[in-house]
């Protein structure tokens, strides 16, 4: 991890409201000389449009102050939305009950109803997808 990151994150981490609040993911890209830093948080319990623009103020405020980020940026605080994929264990914790979509390493998706976060995996109550009959050929 870059040290630049590395220190963004820090940041993050100390203007989040509590320990119910954690940090997704936190990326930047440089498009046409344009930085966009992209800061992916998540709560336990669920997150509002509030916290995001609070922490978005405050980690602004903090980058201007330390001049981490020479030049223009774009600063996007967010929450990591439906389509995301779920990548931290707590994550995955906080949606015990929910139905996921899964693709294992092998390519094969599977969907079903997320049951049990362990230390090394997952356990799911997987819907077995029905076969198509064929149609019945006519005399």
């Given at each position: 991890?870059?040290?630049?990151?590395?220190?963004?994150?820090?940041?993050?981490?100390?203007?989040?409201?509590?320990?119910?609040?954690?940090?997704?993911?936190?990326s930047?890209?440089?498009k046409?000389?344009?930085?966009t830093?992209?800061?992916?948080?998540?709560?336990?319990?669920g997150?509002?449009?509030?916290?995001c623009?609070?922490?978005?103020?405050?980690?602004?405020?903090?980058?201007?102050?330390?001049?981490?980020?020479?030049?223009a940026?774009v600063?996007?605080?967010?929450?990591p939305?439906?389509?995301?994929?779920?990548?931290?264990?707590?994550?995955?914790?906080?949606?015990?009950?929910?139905?996921?979509?899964?693709?294992?390493?092998?390519?094969?998706?599977?969907?079903?109803?997320?049951?049990?976060?362990?230390?090394?995996?997952?356990?799911?109550?997987?819907?077995?997808?029905?076969?198509?009959?064929?149609?019945?050929?006519r005399?």
């Open positions: 991890m870059s040290e630049l990151k590395q220190s963004i994150e820090e940041i993050v981490e100390k203007h989040l409201p509590d320990e119910k609040h954690f940090i997704v993911e936190v930047m890209v440089n046409g000389g344009k930085t830093l992209s800061i992916l948080i998540d709560a336990d319990e997150l509002n449009i509030q916290t623009a609070d922490v978005s103020r405050a980690v602004s405020e903090e980058l201007e102050v330390q001049d981490l980020l020479p030049g940026y600063l996007e605080v967010s929450s939305g439906l389509d995301y994929p779920l990548s931290s264990r707590r994550q995955f914790q906080k949606n015990i009950g929910r139905e996921l979509k899964v693709l294992l390493t092998t390519g094969k998706e599977l969907v079903g109803k997320l049951v049990d976060v362990e230390e090394t995996g997952v356990k799911m109550l997987v819907k077995k997808k029905k076969k198509a009959k064929k149609p019945r050929k005399k």
